[in-house]
């Protein structure tokens, strides 16, 4: 179960790495502070999970 899901959790942080730069991404660098907000990135995770949550779903 571990080895599975941290398997699961490197797959998801290379995707996330691909993916978590797109255009309409917030950056705010003042100084030493930065600030990251991905609202494009949440949007589109989200679409897919509800996507293959409805498809799990279906199959029940």
Same mark, same amino acid.
């Given at each position: 179960?571990?080895?599975?899901?941290?398997?699961?959790? @490197?797959?998801?942080?290379? !995707?996330? /790495?691909?993916?978590?730069?797109?255009?309409?991404?917030?950056?705010? #660098?003042?100084?030493?502070?930065?600030?990251?907000?991905? @609202?494009?990135?949440?949007? !589109?995770? /989200?679409?897919?999970?509800?996507?293959?949550?409805?498809?799990?779903? #279906?199959?029940?």
């Amino acid at each position: 179960m571990f080895i599975v899901l941290g398997v699961l959790f @490197i797959v998801i942080g290379l !995707i996330w /790495s691909i993916f978590g730069k797109l255009p309409g991404d917030f950056l705010f #660098k003042k100084g030493n502070t930065t600030f990251y907000f991905p @609202i494009m990135t949440s949007i !589109i995770v /989200s679409v897919v999970a509800s996507v293959v949550l409805y498809i799990i779903g #279906k199959f029940r």
